[in-house]
């Protein structure tokens, strides 16, 4: 492959594979929130929106003292003679967290438009959790979800 061609292989290669990852990471996250109604829905969403909030630098940071040699991944992994920083795991994980505020916000967003009815309706029917998530919700919601796929693309790139 051309030498010129290589840095825009990398970026196109990690935001391909942070965008798979965040796409169902994103959906199923974001649906169960949505239909979380406890007492800690406003600090769990706080968390997975925090990435889209912080300046990338302290981002970074906080992912290399994460997955640093004294970070709780990092002496995890060392047990295992895995090391993270500075490899292209790296840039994909940094590219996930970075893509999937992005995600999981246009996801649950649409998510919580559905007419609860519809849910109900279902239910009655005899349909299980899971078919009701990838018969009624997800299609219900496919609009929010590639609105969310194109957000997170262009943020991990």
């Given amino acids: 492959m051309n030498a010129g061609?290589?840095?825009?292989?990398?970026?196109?290669?990690t935001s391909?594979?942070?965008t798979v990852i965040t796409f169902f990471t994103g959906i199923v996250t974001a649906y169960l929130v949505a239909n979380y109604k406890g007492?800690?829905?406003?600090?769990?969403?706080?968390?997975f929106t925090l990435p889209l909030v912080l300046p990338p630098t302290v981002l970074g940071f906080f992912l290399l003292i994460f997955f640093g040699k004294n970070g709780v991944a990092g002496?995890?992994?060392?047990?295992?003679?895995?090391?993270?920083?500075?490899?292209?795991?790296?840039t994909v994980?940094?590219?996930?967290?970075?893509?999937?505020?992005?995600?999981?916000?246009?996801?649950?967003?649409?998510f919580?438009?559905?007419?609860?009815?519809?849910?109900?309706a279902a239910?009655?029917?005899?349909?299980?959790?899971?078919?009701?998530?990838?018969?009624?919700?997800?299609p219900l919601a496919w609009p929010g979800i590639i609105g969310g796929v194109?957000?997170?693309?262009a943020r991990a790139l």
Avoid: C, H
Wanted: proline content about 2%.
């Fill in 150 to 153: 194109v957000l997170s693309f």
């Fill in 39 to 47: 007492k800690w829905r406003g600090l769990i969403d706080s968390v």
């Fill in 112 to 120: 919580e438009q559905i007419d609860d009815n519809l849910i109900a």
């Fill in 16 to 18: 391909l594979l942070a």
């Fill in 123 to 138: 239910k009655t029917l005899g349909m299980s959790n899971f078919k009701i998530f990838y018969k009624i919700a997800v």
């Fill in 93 to 110: 994980i940094a590219a996930v967290v970075v893509a999937f505020p992005m995600m999981y916000r246009s996801a649950r967003s649409a």
């Fill in 75 to 90: 002496k995890f992994l060392m047990n295992f003679d895995i090391n993270i920083i500075f490899t292209w795991t790296a």
């Fill in 5 to 13: 061609l290589t840095p825009l292989w990398i970026s196109l290669r």
